[in-house]
């Protein structure tokens, strides 16, 4: 008689830790909430020019890609973190395998960031960073503008 009782009284219990523990999950999650905009967007220390002056003083042009004349503009996802941590990075947009993963290897060097802020408290804000690779003397345009004004020249 008594194993009767006890199991459904284990089984209640066990029920009722369960619920306890997805709604302490749910808490959790909201507070680990990835947000896409903020009051207070998230900031690279020093602001948007010391950003590029960053990426552009720690990125490496892959040699594998610069043999092959490619270029162009990789996009990098990332998470600031309310504690200022880049977090979950990664590629949204690619050119090259190459060119991807300096990319993300660069956006890795990233010191601690400002983070972004709503309602007052720091959350974690995803953000969208456009890398551009460009070889130079190859650039389209400009070729176009010296064969302009070469012809200009002869004529």
């Known amino acids: ?15 009722g830790i369960n619920t306890f ?5 749910t808490a ?7 947000l896409t905009v903020v009051e207070v967007m ?3 220390p020093g602001g948007q020019a010391e950003l590029m002056r960053f990426i ?5 042009y892959p040699f594998v890609a610069m ?34 993963a300096e990319a993300m290897r660069v956006i890795g060097l990233l010191p ?11 959350v974690a804000v995803r953000y969208h960073l456009p890398i ?4 130079s003397g190859d650039d389209p345009k400009t070729k176009n503008e010296e064969n302009q004004s070469n012809s200009t020249i002869r004529k």
């Open 28 to 34: 959790e999650n909201q507070s680990d909430e990835i």
């Open 132 to 135: 551009t690779f460009r070889l």
């Open 1 to 15: 008689m008594k194993t009767k009782i006890t199991f459904p009284l284990i089984f209640f219990l066990f029920l």
């Open 112 to 122: 601690d960031w400002i983070p972004g802020t709503q309602e007052g408290k720091a």
């Open 42 to 44: 998230p900031e690279f």
């Open 67 to 100: 043999e092959k004349g490619i270029q162009g503009r990789v996009i990098v996802g990332f998470v600031v973190r309310p504690n200022g941590k880049i977090t979950d990075i990664k590629i949204m947009r690619g050119v090259d395998s190459a060119l991807d």
């Open 21 to 25: 523990a997805q709604q302490d999950s």
């Open 56 to 60: 552009s003083k720690n990125l490496i």
